[in-house]
């Protein structure tokens, strides 16, 4: 385990748990660890290898496969047997599948290894997802649930695609989030839930320096229970 403190985000695609936990990471000079992307990235190995539909391929693709994160000024950076994929599983044929591959019991006990394989590796951990705080890391010191309206997600999520210069249209992307939210959350392994003693932050109608901050209180309130001295970057 860190001998620092563990902050698990949680919350479904589109609430903005991935530019939290990057901020977050960034002020306090922790590690930020994108399970998502991992998925994501288990998800392109399958497409790869022709592998959707079929689970015990797709385990045993995760098995072998390599998977480095790492995170610079740019964003996160997937790499597959050293291999940079991080614009691949992006793609819209990703974003369509994974949610049938992080389903898949198996892949998610070896992920869930390698998230906590990597937390020991730091002395401070933001790891995001949905099911860290209630199985990665129950007992993370400090656990956010993120949530915001499904039009507002949609917006957000179509917002980021043209950015990186695909067209899509918005109704698409919010159907796609329906799907994923039910999937998600009616799985019968992990499934995307709020922990009992998350804090729940509806992202809707705030500003991102809003919601940083109000993470940012929590996480000093349990530095401060557990006298850890945090050294919170102002810039």
Known sequence: MSKGLIIAIDGPAGSGKSTSAKLIAKKLGFLYIDTGAMYRAVTY?????????????IVELARISKLELRFDESGIIILLN???ISK??????????????????DVRKLLVE???EMSRKDQGVVMEGRDIGTVVFP???VKIFLTASLDTRAIRRTKEYIDNGSEVVVDDIKNNLSSRDKIDSSRTDSP??????????????????EQINLILDKVKEKAKQKNINLDIKTE
């Open 45 to 57: 190995i399958a497409l790869e290898n022709e592998a959707i539909g079929n689970e015990k391929k």
């Open 82 to 84: 050293g291999r940079d």
């Open 88 to 105: 691949e599983i992006r793609s819209d044929q990703v974003n369509r599948h994974v949610s049938d591959v992080s389903r898949i019991s």
């Open 114 to 116: 390698k998230q906590r």
């Open 139 to 141: 007992d993370a010191d």
């Open 192 to 209: 995307l839930t709020k922990a009992p003693d998350a804090v729940v932050i509806d992202t809707t109608k705030i500003t991102i320096d």
